[in-house]
Every structure is written in structure tokens, then in C-alpha cells.
């Protein structure tokens, strides 16, 4: 069982959402990094013409992360699974997918996966799915290009229908109604802090959230807050869903995309432009509704 998801890759807008000022170019006072240096030793076959010589391309995709990215029984499976497969089959060629654990942050799954490899073990990817998208840190991370947006995530409450069988519950619900997240991720801070810390008791931490899904309907909670695919995901007929305003929720939504090597702008052209398509004609809607899943457009 996966003990540390990519909730970083949420947290991560929080800590570096851009100045107002800086609102129209949130490059403005970014100063550009030093080049880095023997960090090339890994990148062979990552140019477009020779992965679709070859026949086929890596992916690096979360390990263990339903709905998005799963090994079940050595057939990959989820959301990002069948969208990376998308974007191979416009390609022409054959997808493959590297798992991987999340690092302590999203600076080094990219450094890792995408630009430089781990300093022991590791395989460098053609590309890296589930990257948020955000512009004041694209211009920090120079080394990736980030493009592909192609869903969106948003924060809500699962509940259970029998202990709300009238109104829906908020979290001010949560001093004394018991709530499960996953451990550190953004809706544990966001609960933790609310109303200068009132909620803090009542709040269950779990692995992940599927043990936080898991918890609820097995009735050891009331409610579970996380993102809204994966509890959808972990939800059943006892099971509501709903996504009220959230006070003071600096980012409850957020735009995913992919990453590839800054060298290889080619690819990730044409990985975008796989992706466009894919929305526009319906096809990565198709694959979050035969998941169970609503599909939240991406802002493009």
C-alpha cells in the first residue's frame, strides 16, 4: 500500500500562488536559473521521431493511486492509465508505464522522472502524467515543459446519507460530526486550521483515501473531504457527494496536465495537440464516465 501519495502536487499551489500584482505575467520577477549540469546521462530515444521509430514510449505515472494510476493483477488500469494511451495511439505507437512513488516534492518527481533520474535506480519517462498546472511555477521549473492540460480536480465532502438524510454537511458540521482525510494532504491543513483550529479533534487521518473511502462506509466516520474523483471512486449506495463553498479555500480546483523534457518541445506539441483532440471529440470525457467519474473540463 502506497503510505505517500502526490498530495504535494495540490500543495504546491498554495505555497506559490503569484503576487496580485503580478497577475497578467507571473514570470515578471523571475530570475532564470543556472543550466543544470550532467543531467543528460539518461535521455536517450526522448526525441519524436525516434520513439516513433522504436514503436512505443514511456510514461511515468503515480503508483498505486486509484482512480488515476493502479497495477491490478500486472494490467495497468485508471484514468491516466487509458489518457496516456490516447496520446500513444496519436502518436502511433505503443504505450508503457513506469510507476512511481512520489517524492518529497513535486521539484523532485519531475527531477527524478523527467529531466534528470533518481541518483539510484529510476528510468527517465517521455512523459509524466497528473502534473498540476500552474504559471508562476512553470517559470520556476525551467527544465520541463508543462502542457496537455487535460481534467480538472476539485476538493469535496462525502457523506454518509443516513446520518444527513436532510442537509448536506459543511465544515463547520465538522466540530462535532467525525471527518476522514488522507494525512497531510490539503483538505487535512484546510480542516486542521478552520475556525482557528475547532474541526482539529474531529478529524481522522488515513494512509490515503481510499482507507479514509474505506472508514466511511464502513461507518467509523460521518464524512471524508478529498478530491472529488477518488471519492467518487471510493464511494457506494450509502454514499453522497456534494461540493459546498469552502471559506477561506485559497485553491479548492485545480488544472491537470502533463510534463515532458524542456528538449523535446516537438513532443510535447504533438502530446498536446493528442489531448486536444481527445477532449474536444469526446474521449477523455468517455474514459472518466466509464470510470464513474465526473469529468471536470480543463482550463486550456
Request: glycine share 8%; hydrophobic share 45%.
Amino acid at each position: 500500500m502506497r503510505l505517500q501519495i502526490p498530495h504535494h502536487i495540490i500543495l504546491i499551489f498554495s505555497l506559490l500562488l503569484p503576487a496580485p500584482a503580478l497577475a497578467a505575467d507571473p514570470c515578471a520577477d523571475h530570475v532564470p536559473q543556472v543550466r543544470p549540469q550532467n543531467a543528460s546521462r539518461d535521455i536517450v530515444g526522448q526525441e519524436l521521431d525516434v520513439i516513433q521509430d522504436r514503436g512505443h514510449m514511456l510514461f511515468a505515472v503515480y503508483e498505486d493511486y486509484p482512480p488515476y494510476s493502479w497495477d491490478e493483477g500486472g494490467k495497468p488500469r485508471g484514468v491516466d492509465i487509458e489518457i496516456a494511451r490516447i496520446i500513444a495511439e496519436d502518436l502511433g505507437v505503443e504505450a508503457r508505464f513506469n510507476f512511481v512513488a512520489a517524492a518529497e516534492n513535486l521539484d523532485a518527481d519531475l527531477r527524478n522522472n523527467i529531466w534528470k533520474g533518481a541518483l539510484i535506480g529510476g528510468q527517465i519517462a517521455n512523459v509524466m502524467m497528473r502534473i498540476p498546472y500552474d504559471s508562476a511555477f512553470k517559470c520556476r521549473v525551467e527544465q520541463v515543459v508543462f502542457t496537455g492540460q487535460y481534467a480538472a480536480e476539485s476538493i469535496a465532502i462525502a457523506y454518509d446519507k443516513a446520518s444527513y438524510p436532510e442537509e448536506k454537511p459543511v465544515p463547520a458540521y465538522f466540530r462535532f460530526d467525525p471527518v476522514a482525510v488522507e494525512n497531510d494532504s490539503i483538505s487535512d491543513f484546510y480542516l486542521s486550521s478552520f475556525a482557528g483550529g475547532q474541526l482539529a479533534g474531529k478529524v481522522s487521518r488515513f494512509a490515503d483515501m481510499q482507507a479514509a473511502m474505506t472508514a466511511l462506509r464502513d461507518g467509523q466516520t460521518m464524512a471524508a473531504m478529498g478530491p472529488l474523483a477518488q471519492l467518487e471512486h471510493g464511494a457506494d449506495e450509502s454514499v453522497g457527494i456534494h461540493q459546498p463553498p469552502l471559506a477561506g479555500f485559497a485553491v479548492s480546483r485545480w488544472t491537470l496536465g502533463v510534463a515532458v523534457n524542456f528538449r523535446y518541445r516537438p513532443l510535447s506539441y504533438s502530446v498536446d495537440d493528442a489531448i486536444r483532440y481527445a477532449i474536444e471529440d469526446g474521449r477523455i470525457p468517455q474514459i472518466y464516465a466509464d470510470y464513474g467519474l465526473t469529468f471536470q473540463p480543463p482550463e486550456r
